[in-house]
């Protein structure tokens, strides 16, 4: 593929200055904060990417990325987290069994404390998207994290919910991936790969049932996640060049988060992968268990064609209504998917005011 904007740019955000911020997790995991400063605010924002992503979706150049609406709108203090779920490192291209009660408890505790370092006990506000959002609200709703003034979260959160194709593909996928194929990770590369190799084989299987477009990375991303032509967005609303890098945008991940999911969503919430682990004793078996304790507003928002998570935000706002009434929002987005309030050509018209006026609103 002709390369016409850079993998990782900081491009995409002008007018701050940049600073980067590397710190360990408790398990051994090197991470890092990306900090945007126009001036120190009293309100300041923390974005959180998802699986198979990386703090790229908020700061893409070739359109109104989130990161500098925020700027641009009073927000001059902005942190974009890469945790380990990150496109930017190795580990989802590694065997692993890491899942999301690991992230709750360790990525996201040392990326607050690294930030209260930084800016004091002035107000956090946390967007967060897809896994990030489902395990950043595990880690606020299990008590490991503190001090949020705000929640943010797109597509899904404390509920996940998926399209019937993907429960199928939740059961046997990973397992099928890894043991029968002999791969333990998918990539939207693997259109790339040499002739009659794995990877190769497997986009070129995916691609046959895919016609809708022809770029072989957008079919991998709907055989990684939910069930649609395609399914992380609405063609129609990504810039034909945001198309053709999806693969930038969203990358290799590890097929053994899938399994934490597959779950989650069996259990209709948030619920600890492997409750015999002494290393997550601390952690709740169930995370809503406490949620009338939480005080934290939440924006939900929910995209109208979300085919990775379907309902998931339209549910938990019911369910979070009756354990702590008037504490969330929520805001369908009609004609979005599950990406595209974030990287959409006209997310900044149709997404971005409606998390501005809630973070006002929540801040100063």
């Not at 942190?79 to 930017?88: E, P, Q």
């Not at 930030?115 to 506000?125: A, E, F, S, W």
């Not at 084989?201 to 022809?214: I, Q, R």
Request: aromatic share 10%.
């Amino acid at each position: 593929m002709e390369r016409m904007i850079p993998r990782f740019t900081l491009d995409g955000v002008g007018d701050a200055e940049v600073s980067v911020y590397p710190f360990a997790t408790e398990d051994g995991l090197g991470l890092e904060l990306t900090r945007f400063l126009r001036a120190e605010s009293d309100d300041v924002i923390l974005l959180v990417h998802g699986l198979t992503s990386a703090s790229d979706v908020f700061m893409m150049p070739e359109h109104r990325n989130l990161a500098s609406h925020l700027l641009d709108n009073g927000f001059t203090d902005v942190w974009a987290l890469d945790f380990r779920m990150s496109g930017r490192y190795p580990y989802d291209t590694e065997t692993h069994r890491y899942t999301l009660d690991d992230i709750a408890l360790y990525d996201f505790p040392a990326a607050l404390d690294v930030l209260r370092r930084h800016i004091g006990g002035r107000r956090i506000h946390v967007i967060a998207h897809c896994l990030g959002s489902v395990s950043f609200s595990m880690s606020l709703f299990a008590g490991k994290v503190s001090g949020i003034t705000s929640l943010t979260c797109n597509s899904v959160s404390l509920t996940p919910r998926v399209p019937a194709f993907s429960r199928l593909k939740l059961r046997f996928g990973p397992a099928a991936m890894e043991y029968l194929v002999g791969l333990p990770y998918i990539d939207p590369r693997f259109g790339e790969a040499p002739v009659l190799t794995r990877g190769w084989m497997v986009a070129k299987t995916v691609s046959l049932f895919h016609n809708e477009c022809d770029v072989s990375a957008c079919h991998l991303q709907s055989f990684q996640w939910g069930a649609g032509k395609p399914a992380m967005y609405e063609h129609a609303n990504l810039l034909p060049v945001t198309h053709k890098r999806v693969a930038d945008i969203c990358g290799a991940s590890g097929l053994h988060y899938y399994r934490h999911v597959r779950r989650m969503v069996e259990a209709g919430r948030a619920v600890k992968y492997d409750r015999d682990n002494p290393a997550h004793r601390d952690l709740p078996d169930d995370y809503l268990v406490n949620a009338a304790d939480v005080g934290t507003p939440m924006l939900l928002l929910a995209p109208e064609r979300n085919k990775v998570f379907t309902d998931s935000n339209n549910h938990l706002f019911r369910v979070l209504e009756k354990r702590r009434p008037g504490r969330q929002e929520l805001a369908v987005l009609p004609g979005y998917g599950h990406l595209d309030p974030l990287i959409g050509k006209n997310a900044h018209l149709d997404v971005f005011p409606k998390i501005v006026d809630f973070l006002k609103r929540h801040g100063g």
